[in-house]
């Protein structure tokens, strides 16, 4: 009977240990990163922690020594997003997205922001972006730009962007980005707008794609002196199917801006 007694308080050992050292093992996982910066009068102190999700805290303080108006319709206008590097895909905030208040001017709607006020927020951002408007997927691992700003009013914008690395160790649900950019280029007839630029001894640039209605977008330009050309490809973002493929000539000034 000691025998019993003896393996199975062992057992609870063993076990006990197993538990503290996932425990340990799951706390070295979590990343934490600092962001700090100071511009426009206001200051900037953010930690991003990275583990199953991404998790911000920032606060933002009036270090001018005047007071800061902003336009306080649709609450305090400092905002965080966290973008796919080189596509408009943004990870969902689960239960913090931003209402749907329509931003127009009301000067009954202007607030002051006191020397020294800060405010504050605490995010939570899932390794998820939006498919379309009823569906998400898993984010892409890869590089993303966490976005900090804060609309002042008669004045300049706040903003400030840093870099980190996600890593998704969840399947891919869509094409990456450089599959969608690589399918576009094997499409004939993108094949032939790219190569009849080229000829001319115009180069063909790639442009951000973007993630929206369950496709991605991509594009390319062509600039010349006076005028640019660009062309569109929009494809399904699981299967890479081309649904369309649209063409443009814009002012070169609007495709360098």
């Known amino acids: 009977m000691k025998r019993f007694i003896w393996l199975g308080m062992l057992s609870l050992l063993i076990?006990?240990?197993?538990?503290?050292?996932?425990?340990k093992v799951a706390s070295v996982n979590l990343e934490t990163i600092k962001h700090e910066v100071e511009k426009n009068g206001l200051s900037l102190e953010a930690t991003i922690k990275k583990g199953s999700n991404i998790h911000v805290e920032a606060s933002l303080t009036n270090v001018s020594g005047e007071t800061i108006v902003y336009n306080g319709r649709c609450g305090v206008p400092f905002w965080i997003s966290i973008q796919k590097e080189n596509a408009h895909a943004h990870l969902i905030a689960p239960n913090?997205?931003?209402n749907g208040c329509e931003d127009i001017f009301d000067p009954d709607d202007l607030r002051d922001m006191k020397p020294g006020e800060s405010f504050e927020i605490d995010k939570t951002f899932a390794k998820k972006v939006n498919l379309d408007q009823n569906k998400t997927v898993n984010a892409l691992s890869g590089k993303y730009e966490v976005s900090f700003s804060f609309e002042m009013h008669k004045k300049d914008t706040f903003s400030s962007m840093f870099p980190i690395e996600l890593k998704?160790?969840?399947?891919?649900?869509?094409?990456?980005?450089e599959q969608a950019i690589q399918t576009a280029k094997e499409d004939g007839e993108v094949k032939e707008w790219i190569e009849g630029h080229k000829a001319k001894g115009v180069s063909v640039e790639s442009e951000d794609a973007i993630l929206s209605m369950g496709m991605w977008s991509v594009g390319f330009h062509a600039i010349y002196e006076d005028k640019?050309?660009?062309i569109i490809i929009n494809m399904n973002a699981k299967s890479g199917d081309i649904q369309d493929i649209n063409y443009e000539e814009?002012?070169?000034?609007?495709?360098?801006?």
């Open 228 to 230: 640019a050309y660009r």
């Open 96 to 98: 913090s997205e931003r």
């Open 168 to 177: 998704n160790e969840n399947e891919p649900e869509i094409l990456t980005v």
């Open 250 to 257: 814009l002012g070169e000034s609007v495709i360098r801006f």
């Open 15 to 23: 076990m006990s240990a197993c538990g503290t050292t996932n425990e």
